[in-house]
Each structure stands twice: as structure tokens, then as C-alpha cells.
């Protein structure tokens, strides 16, 4: 294709009008959620989409042929372009229409990084895929690197097989983000994590500040109420579980961590089971989690309790 033309959603009606012509590329539970007829209004009514963060590229003759949008904090802060409709028969659109809407991002909001998630269908090398190879091409044209291949999980507790696993562990909620015995355990937390996220900043930032950053993440996501800190009964903190619901019936088990002292005797999976239990408690009718694919720890824990993968989820960032 010879030429294009990136446009900008300027308001609600005119982000959905673009949104409704884009198609779904690759076949996966989350691309089908997110191309569905009502889920773009229920994001910009939630704040979590917006207008502006959505863009097409046209050809010359005006015909829609790539579509992106983005996703981010209520309070305004793009985090990741996740929705993409980037045709094979168009790779110059598709690269054109991914780097616009990145620099786009970083530059108004002073992002020094902005992360682009692919949905794949369940593989330990999604990469090797002949649906996904076009729309890796698209995205390395537009200048992102691979960042973790991550494993997505889907629990429906009312048909699913899931299992409760027994623990003695008690669990206690956590009322302040400044409370020190929450700060010192996350930070113990990092050490060796087998989460790329983690490691990555923890090459440019110290443990203190990668810390403060994620768990204020967490929390204005899922609020203070979703933390919750395992006890043995010798009133030793084991780990930390995060969970909330997030619609009337979807929830996540959004962080699960066990301090390096206490790794390798199965709480991981104990932990993930009370914050289901606890989920399906509150009505939650779909629980959703995820972990790097290198973390077989974790993996093993949502394998014991029951959590059917459901995609493969390939993380992406194009850094300033």
C-alpha cells in the first residue's frame, strides 16, 4: 500500500463508528470480548477507554483498513494498546498506524515506555503461529520489542472442575499501603521473582521503588479492600494474595506472591485457592488470572487448583 491516513477518534460516537468497522484477527476468548457488540461503550463509560486513545488508518480511498485502541487508569493514564485489527494484506498500514498511536501516547502523557498486548490462542511458542506472524510483523515494524510470553487463565467456579485446597494459613487485610509490614513483605517479594516484569525494573529501579510503584498499581485497580497477607500459625507472613471483583460477575486473583522463605512447600496454591473461595463467595461467576509462562511455580499452582488456560497472552513495549 503506497499511502495511508492515521486518524484519531475525536469523541464517543466517532471511536465507535471506527471501532464497529474493525474486525477480529485473531481467534481468541479475549479478541472475541473485545470486538463484541456493547464492550467499547461499557469502557468509555467506565473510563478505562477513551476516545482518544483510539485511531484507524485509511487508504486512499477512505476504507478503514487497521484499527487500535488503548486501555488505561480511570484517571486518565494510558497503559497498553491491547485492541488491534492489523490485516496481513496491509502491513504498511498496520506498522504506520501502531507507531503513530504509541508516539501519540507517550508524548502527551510523558511516557518514557508503552506496553501492546497480542492475544493468542493456548501455545508454548505462539511466535511460530501462521495467524499471528502478520501482526508480529506489523508490531515489530512499528518499533516494540518482546517484553514475556504470559499464560491466561479463565474460571468459571458454577461448570468448572476447581478444587479447594486445605491450609492452615490465616488471612489478614491489609488496611494501608503504608502499613511497614506490607512494604517489607512485598519487597521481600521480588527477590529472585521468576516475573519478567519484575526483573525488568528491577534493573533500573531500586526494590523500595518498584515496590511502592506495583502496589499502588494494584490498588487503583482493585482497591485496599482486595489485599490480603498470609499468617502460619506462628504469626509468620508467608505471602500476599490480591483479588477483587471487577464487574458484577468477573473478578481477578490478581497477585499471588510467597516469601522466598517459604517457597517450594505448595502455598502459592493454597494462597490462589482462599482468594478464589473468597471470589465465588462475593458471586463472582468468572475468575481470571494470568503468569509468565517461565513461572512454572505459579502455572502448577493454578493447575492445582483447577484454572483452565484459556489463551496465551504476548507482551510487547516500544521505549522512548
Known amino acids: 500500500m503506497s499511502s495511508v491516513t492515521v486518524v484519531r477518534a475525536t469523541d464517543i460516537p466517532h471511536a465507535s463508528a471506527l471501532w464497529s468497522r474493525a474486525r477480529q484477527r485473531i481467534d481468541t476468548p479475549t479478541n472475541e470480548r473485545m470486538f463484541a457488540n456493547g464492550y467499547s461503550a461499557r469502557g468509555f463509560s467506565l473510563g478505562n477507554r477513551r476516545p482518544e486513545w483510539c485511531w484507524a488508518a485509511l487508504d486512499p480511498a477512505d476504507d478503514q483498513v487497521a484499527f487500535v485502541a488503548a486501555a488505561g487508569s480511570t484517571a486518565g493514564v494510558p497503559a497498553v494498546i491491547d485492541v488491534l485489527d492489523l490485516p496481513p494484506d496491509h502491513p504498511v498500514a498496520a506498522s504506520a498506524l501502531l507507531a503513530a498511536a504509541a508516539d501519540t501516547l507517550m508524548s502527551e502523557h510523558q511516557l518514557s515506555e508503552i506496553e501492546l498486548v497480542v492475544y493468542s490462542p493456548v501455545d508454548d511458542a505462539p511466535l511460530d503461529r501462521d ?12 518499533g516494540f520489542e518482546l517484553l514475556v510470553l504470559r499464560r491466561n487463565y479463565l474460571l468459571r467456579p458454577a461448570s468448572d472442575d476447581w478444587h479447594r485446597v486445605d491450609t492452615e494459613l490465616t488471612f489478614q487485610p491489609v488496611h494501608s499501603l503504608n502499613e511497614q509490614r506490607l512494604t517489607s513483605l512485598h519487597q521481600a517479594l521480588l527477590t529472585n521473582s521468576l516475573d519478567e516484569h519484575h526483573r525488568r525494573a528491577l534493573q533500573h529501579q531500586a526494590p523500595a521503588e518498584v515496590s511502592r510503584e506495583e502496589l499502588a498499581s494494584m490498588e487503583s485497580a482493585d482497591g485496599i479492600g482486595a489485599f490480603f497477607i498470609a499468617v502460619d500459625a506462628t504469626g509468620r507472613d508467608v505471602g500476599l ?14 497477585f499471588v506472591g510467597v516469601h522466598p522463605e517459604f517457597r517450594g512447600h505448595g502455598y502459592a496454591a493454597q494462597l490462589t485457592s482462599w482468594m478464589t473461595d473468597r471470589l465465588v ?7 481470571i488470572a494470568d503468569t ?15 484454572f483452565p488456560q484459556i489463551q496465551t497472552r504476548i507482551d510487547f513495549v516500544r521505549r522512548g
Open 131 to 142: 495467524d499471528i506472524k502478520p501482526t508480529l510483523a506489523a508490531i515489530a515494524g512499528a
Open 241 to 254: 494474595v490480591v483479588g477483587a471483583p471487577w464487574t458484577e460477575d468477573r473478578g481477578a486473583v490478581a
Open 281 to 287: 463467595s462475593l458471586n463472582v461467576q468468572q475468575i
Open 292 to 306: 509468565d509462562i517461565a513461572n512454572t511455580p505459579m502455572a502448577s499452582a493454578f493447575r492445582t487448583v483447577g
